[in-house]
């Protein structure tokens, strides 16, 4: 069964699909962007706005019963490859060994012009 996962501590979806489904041994985090979802203002600079997507995809998983522990693949999608070193120096520190699959990609533009998204398959 298809379950929807849902919190005020990420941000709220900007069209019409979840911020993660749960189908019970798998979840998945659809892509968070860098907006705080107290003020809804995005992040500045890439070191912050990698903070603060990492912080969203905290919460959803966090709702979900879940840690960072439970991701299995992480997908980054970054609008200057330039930034991937900066990027891993933040990312690092909200994981632990062993680390997730990962894919980064480098594409031309993000919603709302901002310079990184995450999403994540997690499972219990």
Known sequence: MVKAIHTNNAPQAL??????????????????????????????????????VMKNLEAI????????VNVAKITIYITNMDDFAKINEV????????????????VSKLPKGVGIEMDVIARR
Do not use: K
């Open 15 to 52: 069209g019409p699909y979840s911020q993660a489904i749960d189908l019970g041994d798998l979840v998945f985090v659809s892509g968070q962007i860098p907006i705080n979802p107290e003020t809804g203002e995005i992040a500045e600079g890439i070191e912050n706005q990698t903070a603060q």
């Open 61 to 68: 998983l966090t709702e979900a019963n879940l840690t960072f």
């Open 91 to 106: 990312y690092a520190g909200f994981l632990t060994e062993p680390y997730p699959a990962r894919a980064t990609v480098e």
